[in-house]
């Protein structure tokens, strides 16, 4: 049931963004892509889920932009 | 049951919370020193946290005959100005000796900047040239990875940090194993929308065993539980964990892990 209730929120947020017209958004881009691992057979999907949206690079930045994290890179 | 609260931010809360944890089984609670949700304007500042970390809040835990103890710090959230950082590392070692203070932390990296890793270099320096315990804070969500690879690279630069004395926290399913595989603590914290929720973690310990690991709540200003490891408790229980193997994560983990600094007496 618990897992049922997550997969019909991130649909229906889905939906809701869509409607918005916000699908184009980089953290709903990045969100869609790490739905595809979901499906996949390894099983380590929530490692891959994570990993598809960290932030690849290996250097620090020049200045902290901020101090929150929006959940997805932005390249 | 018994466990031990090995992260919390006691500060942020109601006094309440502490009824709830002794009421839960806490024989213990451990304080990193932290970011306030606002910058702080002068070392003035830091001072007058530092004194709520070790002599104010001890106190008010030990109205519920809950041992408190802290460890101290800059946190990399206000890392960005360095000359202020400058000037708050330089009363650190002044509060590292008071009587609850385990170490210095939680230090680490926040959005993984150029000051904030000087920042932590400079903290790392001053735990290893005193052989503190070292508590490390990684970034949150997309910069966790970056950040957690960053952090224990600087960790291994100083030859005086050993790794059996510093925790990784905040780890998750991509960056456990980057924490444990070189001898590393690491630390699994519930919260209720990021980092990691308690069947997640039990997830984890079922995968990477229960050797230097440990859970915590992280309860703070924001959005958190402080009964968050009664909760995980309640997960492994219902997943058939024996007891002698939870007492292990939730108590002895954290109690030998801290024991290594012999200001910390339960």
Redesign the interface.
């Known amino acids: 049931m618990d897992a049922r209730i997550k997969a019909i929120d991130i649909a229906a947020f889905l939906d809701r963004v869509q409607r918005a017209g916000q699908e184009d958004d980089y953290r709903v881009v990045a969100l869609r892509e790490a739905l595809n691992h979901l499906l996949e057979e390894d099983p380590?999907r929530?490692?891959r889920v994570?990993?598809s949206?960290?932030?690849?690079?290996?250097k620090?930045?020049?200045?902290?932009?901020?101090?929150?994290?929006?959940?997805?890179?932005s390249g | 049951m018994r466990y031990i609260e090995p992260h919390a931010h006691m500060v942020s809360r109601t006094t309440d919370d502490y009824e709830k944890l002794i009421t839960a089984g806490c024989e213990a609670v451990c304080e990193p020193a932290f970011?306030a949700g606002f910058d702080r304007a002068s070392v003035e500042g830091f001072r007058d946290y530092y004194l709520q970390l070790t002599e104010y809040e001890p106190a008010r835990a030990a109205k519920f005959g809950l041992p408190h103890y802290t460890w101290i710090c800059l946190n990399p959230?206000e890392a960005?100005d360095l000359a202020l950082a400058k000037d708050v590392l330089d009363i650190i070692p002044e509060f590292l000796d008071k009587p609850n203070v385990l170490g210095v932390g939680e230090i680490g990296l926040?959005?993984?900047?150029?000051?904030?890793?000087e920042v932590l270099e400079r903290h790392i320096e001053i735990a290893a040239n005193r052989d503190e315990l070292i508590l490390v804070h990684t970034?949150?969500?997309?910069?966790?990875?970056?950040g957690t690879?960053?952090i224990i690279d600087a960790l291994l630069n100083n030859p005086k940090v050993r790794p059996e004395r510093v925790i990784i926290d905040h780890v998750?399913?991509?960056t456990i194993q980057l924490a444990m595989d070189k001898g590393f603590w690491a630390g699994m914290t519930l919260y209720p929308e990021s980092k990691c929720t308690p069947a997640?973690a039990v997830?984890m310990l079922e995968l990477y065993g229960t050797n230097r690991i440990w859970m915590n709540c992280a309860c703070d200003w924001g959005i958190s539980d402080p009964l968050a490891v009664p909760k995980a408790i309640v997960e492994m229980r219902r997943r058939g964990h024996d007891q002698n193997v939870i007492d292990k994560v939730v108590y002895q983990n954290p109690h030998s892990f801290m024991s290594q600094c012999p200001k910390f007496q339960l």
């Open positions: 380590d929530a490692k994570l990993l949206l960290s932030d690849p690079t290996d620090p930045i020049p200045v902290a932009p901020g101090k929150g994290a929006a959940g997805a890179w | 970011w959230k960005e926040n959005k993984n900047s150029r000051n904030e890793l970034p949150h969500l997309e910069d966790k990875r970056k690879k960053l998750e399913e991509h997640r997830d």
